[in-house]
């Protein structure tokens, strides 16, 4: 055999083997990122689209377990137990082709710490970020941080000088309606570069060859195309179809469906999100009720009475097909601080709901709307629609108003919602993360997501004082007292834990993730 036919062969070999890896992934769910600025919105599906192009410092894998990301490795200070110090990956390269360097981590903590940022309750414990090197940085903390390594998963690395020269310094101001260049666009040191962006229509992503982690991971799909589809039937009627391979939001009512069709397979995990409705108490009177004066929300009789109308159990059976487990506080079973005690403590009761509706001097009930999201959590709207009849049990007229979470969400963060739902996730795993954004009074750069208007001042301080206590027995303790207050107080009524269902063709080979977060340089493609 000729030399020069040797070499057509191995080319064409070659180029065969680069076809076959050739994956694209056609991933779907019911809402959309609602911004690809890093900082802008603390939100589960925004943080997992910007996971395929940006990276933290540190990662969770789908055990919940660290793993190394921009950071190779972390640990104290030897001696001031008040620095953590970072070990930088060397060698990595944004997607234009910037090097990552320590100035990057510097600028992008800095960045997350300003107003409009949406995490700056996870890193309010950080004083300075320093660089120490090009590949060493160290943070300080206002006392020792025992659990700051939680807090940075999400948190992503910006390359400085791009967002410099695309004139996005500062963080989009998402509630105030902004637009700007890192919006719609991105340039991370991730395993997937962004080709195109059309909010709410597709997104699309390709592999990043250059991906320090090529070797490291998977990384058999070569695209992502990502749809968001909020109608339920639609999105199951696109899997069963062949039109998408992954469908992250299974519509529970077609799970026996999906499971059995040749080719497709329903993976269950238990997720790291509670579902629960928010009231406003703070208020001396509401506008979203029909009782001039006076705030029914106000009154503790008036939330306990709503709490033991709901009957979670039927919730259960009837909207979820059996996908939840109700619950009894805002923290799921994998939070330091959960019990099965407290747990436990929310259960029906309608004469008793109705006897302390009377106490507190509503015997006649009140109106009252309800502010629900229709695209973010599973079966989210028929949940709020169940718990509008529910309530009528007791008197409370509900008036339910649904709509996608990008007008929802900010109804709470601007405080314009009495009575509204919300799910939250804990990905640093410890009830310090709740209490931050959901219990402390509403400040600045704390309890943003606290749309209770409960605000005391000695409970602030022993939350501000969990960030630093390094015994773990006290803080604990602590964690305890706190959640005793929320649930005295009935902060918030507790609905269920979420279940995940993704479904897939038989080609997708990934396990579910607590947080519902999938990360596609994981997936494999047979």
């Not at 020069?4 to 076959?20: G, K, P, Q, R």
């Not at 320093?130 to 992503?156: C, H, K, Q, W, Y």
């Not at 079973?333 to 259960?347: H, I, K, L, R, Y």
Request: aromatic share 8%; proline share 5%.
């Amino acid at each position: 055999m000729k030399v020069s036919t040797v070499a057509a062969m191995a080319a064409l070999l070659a180029s065969t083997a680069m076809v076959a890896q050739a994956e694209t992934l056609r991933w779907a769910r019911s809402g959309d990122a609602l911004t690809l600025d890093p900082h802008a919105q603390n939100e589960g599906p925004t943080h997992t689209i910007r996971h395929q192009m940006y990276e933290p410092l540190i990662i969770r894998d789908v055990t919940g377990a660290f793993e190394p990301a921009l950071a190779t490795d972390w640990a104290p200070k030897e001696g001031d137990p008040n620095v953590w110090v970072f070990n930088l990956r060397e060698g990595v390269k944004f997607h234009d082709g910037a090097d990552f360097t320590a100035e990057d981590v510097v600028f992008s903590f800095e960045r997350a710490k300003q107003d409009n940022s949406d995490m700056k309750e996870l890193i309010g414990s950080i004083t300075e970020v320093r660089a120490v090197d090009d590949f060493t940085i160290e943070m300080v903390t206002d006392g020792p941080n025992p659990i700051l390594p939680s807090n940075l998963t999400n948190l992503f690395i910006m390359d400085k000088g791009w967002t410099e020269a695309n004139n996005t310094v500062n963080v989009q101001d998402f509630e105030g309606g902004e637009i700007t260049f890192a919006t719609t666009n991105a340039n991370g040191t991730g395993p997937y570069v962004l080709t195109s962006r059309e909010p709410d229509v597709k997104t699309v992503m390709t592999r990043n060859e250059d991906y320090w982690g090529r070797d490291q991971f998977p990384m058999e799909v070569s695209e992502i195309v990502y749809t968001p589809i909020q109608n339920a039937a639609t999105r199951v009627a696109a899997l069963l179809s062949g039109e998408i391979d992954f469908l992250q939001d299974m519509p529970v009512q077609d799970l026996s469906r999906v499971a059995e069709a040749d080719g497709l397979a329903v993976k269950t995990a238990p997720q790291n999100r509670v579902i629960f409705f928010g009231m406003n108490q703070g208020a001396d009177d509401i506008e979203a009720d029909n009782i001039d004066g006076a705030n029914p929300l106000a009154d503790v009789r008036v939330r306990q009475a709503m709490s033991m109308a709901i009957n979670r159990d039927a919730i259960k059976q009837v909207v979820m097909r059996g996908q939840s487990e109700p619950a009894g506080m805002i923290a799921p079973p994998f939070v330091n601080g959960w019990t099965a005690d407290m747990d436990g403590e929310s259960g029906t009761d309608i004469d008793a709901a109705k006897g302390l509706m009377a106490d507190a001097g509503y015997a006649d009930g009140f109106s009252i709307r309800l502010d629900c999201p229709n695209d973010r959590y599973v079966n989210d709207e028929a949940i709020c629609q169940a718990a509008v009849g529910m309530l009528g049990q007791i008197g409370v007229t509900v008036n339910l108003d649904a709509k996608p979470k990008a007008q929802h969400f900010p109804l709470i963060t601007d405080g314009k919602t009495d009575f509204y739902m919300l799910g939250w996730g804990v990905p640093t795993y410890d009830s310090e993360y709740i209490f931050n954004f959901l219990v402390h009074g509403r400040e600045a750069d704390i309890g943003t997501w606290n749309g209770t208007g409960f605000d005391n001042d000695d409970l602030d301080a022993k939350i501000a004082s969990l960030a630093s206590n390094t015994d773990l027995d006290a803080r604990n303790a602590d964690i305890a007292s706190i959640w005793r207050v929320v649930q005295d107080e009935q902060l918030y009524i507790p609905i269920h834990h979420q279940v995940l269902n993704w479904a897939m063709t038989d080609a997708v080979g990934i396990d579910v993730d607590p947080e519902d977060q999938p990360k596609v340089k994981y997936f494999t493609m047979n």
